[in-house]
């Protein structure tokens, strides 16, 4: 059993890579322990010259960059593409109608 106080002082790296990316580069972002949640267009892909990634979203890339220069990398098996419709911590969450409507609508996922 892990001590009591490390979520709190894990989620403060988290926190602080959001603060860079939000001011420094202007990244829709926030997150919720070691979970990012981002905003951004899905049609702005990137490659990445050091790894010849290519990354469905500008912000995913500019967050794993700022990330990577931390001395943290990212676990690539918890990576999600950016999609207008994603599960976000057991909830389902649909951004494709949010323009003609300004709702997007949540549901619950059914436990397995």
Known sequence: MGCASS???????????????????????????DDFLIV??????????E???VWASSAQYCLNRIHTKLGMEFEPSKHKEAASSNVILGVEV?????LASARFPFRPQKEV
């Open 40 to 49: 951004d267009v899905g049609n702005s892909p990137l490659k990445d010259r």
């Open 94 to 98: 649909h951004l494709q109608n949010f």
């Open 7 to 33: 979520p709190w002082n894990f989620f403060r790296i988290p926190a602080a890579t959001c603060a860079i990316a939000q001011c420094w580069a202007g990244v829709v972002v926030d997150s919720y322990m």
């Open 51 to 53: 790894t010849g990634r």
